[in-house]
């Protein structure tokens, strides 16, 4: 329910502000997805709950941006992103989300290809559900959330004059480990 309410909201704001804004810039609006890692540090502290060996899972993020970028290369972007463990026969599994917003300068290097570098902040949030088919009660999955800074690179292909595609690539440390990921983009033109 939140996530279609954050969904509608934004492409309401973007189709309001297209308009606006088609001689200063242009939004783009698109889904992100692909796989990553999340490791865990031994004693991390997950609600009540403590890891006591290094956990080093496998995910795969889905989730959604938008950008604005400004006619003179620099770019803002929010989003979120929602990861999940792939290994479906551990006995924990663990769900990363994080809302995010950076702000980047893309380079162009000609033929419609661009490298966009981003630092920006995300709020995330790790969950550990040991039963996570039967027990969907947020109470019981112990959860640490927080702020961070983050650092990704993001490199751009131009298909049309309405439609990019593209990947991200970010390592970044948080409070309890490490998240590596790699996204796909498909950045509509609004």
């Not at 890891?51 to 006619?71: I, M, Q």
């Not at 463990?85 to 290809?113: A, K």
């Amino acid at each position: 329910m939140k996530l279609s309410v954050i969904f509608a909201a934004t492409a309401l704001l973007a189709s309001t502000a297209s308009a606006v804004a088609a001689e200063q810039g242009e939004f783009r609006l698109g889904p992100r997805g692909g796989p990553g890692q999340i490791r865990i540090q031994p004693g991390t502290q997950i609600g009540d709950r403590t890891t006591d060996a290094l956990v080093s899972e496998r995910s795969f993020g889905l989730g959604a941006t938008l950008e604005y970028h400004a006619p003179f290369g620099l770019v803002i972007e929010a989003g979120l992103l929602g990861t999940g463990t792939t290994d479906w026969f551990n006995d924990t599994n663990y769900s990363f989300s994080q809302y995010f917003g950076s702000v980047g300068y893309e380079i162009p290097l000609g033929h419609g290809f661009s490298l966009t570098p981003r630092v920006g902040r995300t709020r995330w949030k790790l969950e550990s559900d040991s039963n996570w088919f039967f027990d969907r009660n947020d109470a019981n999955n112990p959860t640490t959330r927080g702020y961070e800074n983050y650092w990704e690179v993001s490199a751009m292909k131009r298909v049309n004059e309405r439609f990019s595609l593209g990947v991200s690539y970010k390592e970044n440390d948080y409070d309890f480990g490490r998240i590596r990921s790699t996204v796909f983009t498909a950045m509509c033109t609004l």
